[in-house]
Each structure stands twice: as C-alpha cells, then as structure tokens.
C-alpha cells in the first residue's frame, strides 16, 4: 500500500528553528557580554587613562616664555629692549596637508626661501607636540589682516604676538652688547634635561657680548598654564597657570655720550676704542668698527645679509677691541720705562747718545729709530716725550726680556685682563720659553730689542691697553674693566708696587709732557682743553721694512700703512679715565688717535658748558662675581 505523500514536516523544522534560535541567543548572549565587558574595562578599569587622553585632546598645558631682562646704560638709558613682534605660527598637528597650507600662506603673506628653510629646521629639531613654529615675523598691518580674514580656511595657522629683542641704537653697540637669535637643535643638543625646560617655549638665546655672558640672569624662568581648547584648536578657556619670571634687568657701566663719542670719532675708519674709569675698572666705552646692526640676527640673519657680512674685506662682525691683537708700538715705552727704573738699570738722569739707530757689540745689524737724523742726548723724560726709539732699545737690552715680560704681565699684557665678557683674546707677551715652545727656537738679542719697542713678537687687544693705562694711572692699583654695574670683580692679579713709589706720579707728569709739552707727539690734544691728560702715542708697521729700504707711506696701498695707538688718561691730577685707541693704517698715533682720544675724554669729563666736572664714581647695587656665568649649554 503507497504510503501518503507528506508535504511539510513541521517537527523537523521546529528542531532545525529550536536550533538556529539557540545559537542566535548564545551569539547574542556573547556579544552582549563581550560588549558589556568592554564597556567595563574602558570605562571602569581604563578610565584614568582614557580620562587623560581626553584631556590631553581638550586640554593642553603650554609654556610661556619670559619676559627677558631689559639692558641700561649706567644712566638708565635702554639698549636692548623687547618689543611686540606680529608672527604667523604654524601648529603642525592641525593640519591636514601642510604643504599646501604652506602655498596658501605664501598667497596671502609673501615667504622667503630662507622663511621657509628656517621653518623646516625648526620643525624637525626637537620640539614638543603642538607647540606652534613660526614660520615669518615682522608682519605689517595688511598681512595680519589678510591671514586673519582668511584664518576660517586655515586651520593650525595663527598670528602671534611674540616679544623679540630690539636694539633700539643699533650699531652703536653692537660688539659690546652682542645679540640674540633662535634656539637650534644643537643648542638644546648641548642642554641637560633641566635646561631644556628652562627654555620650553623660549626661542631666543644670548649669541655673543652682554647677551651670551648674563644669558642665566637676563633669560629668566619660564611659566605654564593649562588651557581648554576646541576641535580647531581655539583656546576657550585658562584652567590652571603660573606666570613665568621675567628676567634681571641689567645696568651696564657704560656710558650713552661717552660710547657714541667714541664711535663718531673713529668715523668710518677700521678701529677700536675702549676707555676705563680707573677708580672703580667700569668700563665706559667699547667700540669696534666697522659695526653691524644686531636687530637683523634675532629673528634669523638672511642668507644675503650674512654673505654680505662675511665677505665684507673690512670684517664687521670681528670685535677688534676684546680680540683684535696688534703689535702695542710705543704706547708700551712708559711701562718698559717704569720697569727700567724699578729694576735699577736706568734712572732720570741717565743719558744717552741718539745718532738715529743703535747697534750691538760685534753686530753690524742696525735698528732704526723713527727719526733719522737721531734725537742727539736723551733722558728717559726725553724718550718718552719724544718716542725715542734708541733709547728703549738700549734700556730693553739691559733689562732683558725675562724682566720685561715679568713686569708687563702685571699690566694684563700677555693675558685676558677678566673683563665680563667671553672670547677675550690673551695677546702675546713674548718670553725665551715661549719662543722655544711655540717656535722651537732660541731667544735672540734682537727679539729683545724690537719687543722694547712693542714690536716684534708682541701683540696686545685695544682692552689690554687701556686697563694697563688705568692701572698705571691708578699708580699700580689692579684695575678689572667690569661691564655690569653690579659686579664687583676681584682682580686676578696683585697690585703693581715700585721700590720707588715716587716714580708713578714722575711716569705720568712726563706722560703729561707728550700732549702739553712744546715738543710732545700728541700735542695736537691740548688745543683748548680745560684740563691736564697725558698719553702715549704709537705706531705699530704691517710688514718690516729691509735694511736697505726706506719706508714711504706715500706709495704704500692703503691697507699697509702703519696702525696709529694712543693710550691716555685724565686729569693727571686725579685720573678719572683712562683710553686706548686704535685706527688700522691711520699712519700716526698723534695726528690720527690723539684726537679720538680726546673726544673721548671731554665727553667723560665736560658738561654742557665745556666745563671740567668729574663725574663720581659708579654707584654700584654690589654682586660679587669672580668668573662669568656660563649660559646653558654653552662655554666660557
């Protein structure tokens, strides 16, 4: 029998139903705890940690850099300042595709290739995470307008005003204060943890003079606040803040008449001056020209600008008066002179023949004196007022060199005078062991000779000169030329002392003679002076002159003329500045030093009515200091 034909079987599809529903419930059943278990360990045993994360998208802690300290002369007058500098800033991280923002900046506000080269050193150093780059300062008006206009298409670019360094002279006093410009990776490179946070958020770092030396005191500390910002980046609000500390101020010794008198005076030509209260070693001018404008490095010298720097013949950016080093020339012959005397080969009444040279023993070898014809009998007033070379070289070869350079180095010749300044040059105070070390050669009699003269193998910086007159003018009272009005230096050497302390104020009433005397060298400086100065001229040659040859200036280039020296101070009575001048192939110390060195003083010296009054002494809020402060990461 056919069995019936059975079109639905409903219990098997109940078990296949029954079966399917489990495994969707076990499904569900997994998923609803797995998700429930996620749920619990991102929000109950993650949530500090995503709790931070929020925040670090929301808020965001950023430094805030200090003010950095202003710089005075000793009257108060500003030299270096800070103002508001209008900066685009690039915040990387909110940038989508940088280098078309790049392009649409560049429509809006004109990028130079080295704005642009700067931008991409900064942003592959080391950085923190958001921190803005600046990409072009010194906008104008109109610029800032067009970015802000254009800001809503512009996410991660902003305009900041940032507080740069200004130099509101200029040149003026550019070699003594020096600048600043941007911190570069190598600068954080050569940072400890710690001054690396000194300087989060702070562009700017002392490069050389005052700004490198007082770097630690003018930078400050910096401050942090915490802010709550939007998706774009916009600061809704200041959560939490410590305001940073501005940095000292700092009073120089300086002087703003004395300092710009010394400039005008040098003019154009290749020089330095530098001029030292003798009481109290504050320095009251330092110049060096030619001179460049520092306000063009703080945001980062051009390439074109540097170039023309670098290959300017005159060398701009070289300090002649801390590292510069000449051959001294006559301006030493009052210092042989004292050393002659305290040593006992020579006294004021010992005279000599000048027939126009001198000769040793046995040696056909003559060495000229500037006049040719002789000075006939000389004393040692004579010489000095004259410039007598015989006599010097007759007196140096009695002394000897190891005397000589013994009682010179007392003066600061031959070694850093420890001015509050770094990469101060030494000099060269020759000696037999220096010679044999350096040279690997023996001391002759003939370097004696052109040594006595301050030529030869000596060389001195501008700055050496003019402590080494205020410390004979101080009659051997150790002079440190100090630069910070606070800074009490302690001398590095003993005071000068003479077994005939008479012989100081008879060195410098004979000094007295060279500018007031009748046949003086530097009598060209006492025209109409108020007051009584003395001085000591010098010239010191580019290149020697054979035997045989005959020195003509007239068909010399002009680069190989001789350098003119005058050291000088006043009043004589009491001495109240002191002054070393160099003019690079100015020919001769009277006629082209002396009356720089004039202008000088009568700045110092003279009121508005051309009277004498002496200025007191600086009135200094004391900080003892013995050495320089190091600026982080960088070296003495």
Known sequence: MRRPLTLKDHHHEQRIFSFRLLVSAILVTLLTVGLVGRMAWLQIFQHSRYTTLSDENRVQTQAVPPPRGLITDRNGEILAANRPDFTVEVIVEQIPDLQRTLREIHQLVPLESDDIERFNKRLQGPRRPWDPIPLRGRLSEEEIARITVNQHRLPGVRVAANPVRHYPHGKLFSHVLGYVNRLNAEDLDGMTLTEQGDYAGTHYYGRSGVERYYENRLHGQVGYRQVETNARGRILRVLEQKPPVPGENLRLTLDMDVQRAADEALGDRRGAVVAIDPRDGSVLAFVSRPVFDPNLFVNGISHQDYARYREDLDNPLFNRALQGRYPPGSTVKPFIGLAGLDAGVTDWQRTIFDPGYYQLEDNPHRYR????????????????????????????????????????????????????????????????????????????????????????????????????????????????????????????????????????????????????????????????????????????????????????????????????????????????????????????????????????????????????????????????????????????
Request: include cysteine.
């Open 369 to 636: 004196d500037w006049k040719r014809w002789g000075h006939g009998h000389v004393d040692m007033n004579k010489a000095v007022v004259q410039s007598c070379d015989t006599y010097f070289y007759d007196l140096g070869f009695k002394l000897g060199i190891s005397r000589m350079h013994d009682f010179l180095s007392d003066f600061s010749l031959g070694q850093p005078t420890g001015i509050d300044l770094f990469n101060e040059s030494s000099g060269l105070l020759p000696s037999k062991e220096w010679k044999r070390a350096a040279r690997g050669a023996t001391w002759y009699h003939g370097d004696t000779i052109n040594a006595s003269i301050g030529q030869g193998f000596m060389l001195a910086t501008p700055l050496q000169l003019a402590t080494a007159t205020a410390i004979l003018a101080h009659h051997g009272k150790q002079v440190t030329p100090t630069l910070a009005a606070d800074a009490l230096r302690v001398p590095p050497r003993p005071d000068v002392t003479l077994r005939h302390s008479e012989n100081w104020q008879r060195m410098e009433d004979t000094m007295a003679e060279v500018v007031h005397g009748e046949r003086g060298t530097a009598k060209v400086m006492a025209e109409g002076a108020p007051y009584r100065m003395g001085a000591k001229t010098g010239t010191s040659q580019v290149f020697s002159v054979g035997q045989e040859e005959t020195y003509n200036e007239d068909e010399l280039a002009e680069r190989l003329l001789d350098h003119a020296l005058i050291i000088a101070f006043a009043p004589v009575e009491e001495p109240a500045i002191a002054v070393a001048v160099l003019v690079e192939n100015g020919r001769h110390g009277g006629s082209t030093a002396g009356p720089v060195a004039r202008q000088v003083m009568d700045a110092w010296l003279l009121n508005d009515a051309g009277e004498l009054a002496v200025p007191p002494p600086l009135n200094r809020t004391p900080q003892t200091q013995t050495a320089g402060t190091t600026a982080p990461g960088g070296t003495p």
